[in-house]
């Protein structure tokens, strides 16, 4: 069960559990392999303003907004400005950020989506900020969505690459099949029940298994793509 990638996402999580009690983090303080997942996740970050800030350059979109916050520790219920920007002819949800003007460029979090022909969602990007600490997301994603017959499937990678998660349901009563988290995500089909191998097959025999030339941002902008 993607043994050496467990043992990665493992190190990563000990890290940030111990980054969220500080605000700041000197990069030449981290391991190597942790300095570049930093660099890499914040370049991620980057790359998700740009798409954000080029769908909204002919100005024919529209928002929504509303004030949200978190109890506990942070005890501030009116943390962030959650802004929610549409398309103003298809009314395609076409982004959702969470400003905070304490992190980077303003971005506590940031999910930015793209539709396939049909008016789906064929992919998604996020990343979010812990309350506690601002110098790196603490959660990089990049979301592939597929449709075939009546099923719906995903797979989440990080901006890492890493394969944490993937979902398939029946669109009919949005049933889930397989809701799968990293530690439970077979290497092959093997590994499922015998009862069930043939229903995941159906779910993901037809999906990406990495996030492929995706795990750019950037590919949207290509004329090419």
Same mark, same amino acid.
């Given at each position: 069960m993607?043994? !050496? ?8 999580t000990t ?19 942790? &300095? $570049?997942?930093? &660099?890499?996740?914040?370049?991620f ?7 954000? !800030? %080029?769908?909204? /350059? #002919?100005d ?12 506990? &520790?942070?005890n501030?219920?009116?943390y ?6 549409? *398309? !103003?002819k /298809?009314? &395609?949800?076409?982004s959702?950020? %969470? ?6 460029f ?11 022909? %049909?008016?789906r969602?064929?992919?998604?990007? /996020?990343?979010?900020?812990? +309350?506690?600490?601002h110098?790196? +997301?603490s959660?990089?994603?990049?979301i592939?969505?597929y449709?075939k017959n009546?099923?719906? /499937? ?12 993937? $979902? =398939?349901?029946?669109?009919?009563n #949005? ?8 530690? #439970?995500i +077979?290497?092959?089909?093997?590994q499922?029940e %015998?009862?069930?191998? #043939? *229903?995941? !097959?159906? =779910?993901f *025999? ?17 004329p090419?793509?």
């Open positions: 993607k043994i !050496r990638n467990l043992f990665t996402l493992m190190i990563i890290f940030l559990l111990a980054a969220t009690h500080s605000l700041a983090i000197a990069d030449d303080a981290l391991p190597d392999g942790l &300095q $570049q997942r930093h &660099q890499l996740w914040n370049s970050v980057d790359k998700l303003y740009v798409l954000h !800030r %080029k769908r909204l /350059s #002919d024919n979109y529209y928002t929504t907004e509303r004030i949200g916050g978190y109890g506990g &520790q942070t501030n219920l009116e962030y400005r959650e802004v929610h920007y549409y *398309d !103003r /298809s009314r &395609q949800l076409l959702i950020v %969470k400003w905070n003007e304490t992190y980077p303003g971005i506590h979090m940031i999910d930015v989506f793209y539709y396939d022909e %049909k008016g969602v064929a992919r998604e990007y /996020s990343a979010t900020y812990l +309350p506690s600490r110098t790196s +997301p959660e990089t994603l990049v592939l969505h449709y009546n099923l719906h /499937s995903f797979r989440e990678f990080d901006a890492s690459n890493i394969h944490i998660y993937e $979902q =398939c349901n029946r669109i009919a #949005d049933k889930a099949l397989f809701a799968l988290h990293f530690e #439970d +077979p290497d092959s089909v093997s499922i %015998k009862e069930k191998r #043939d *229903d995941y !097959r159906a =779910c *025999d037809h999906v990406a298994e990495s996030a492929g030339i995706y795990i750019d941002p950037m590919v949207e902008l290509s090419l793509h």
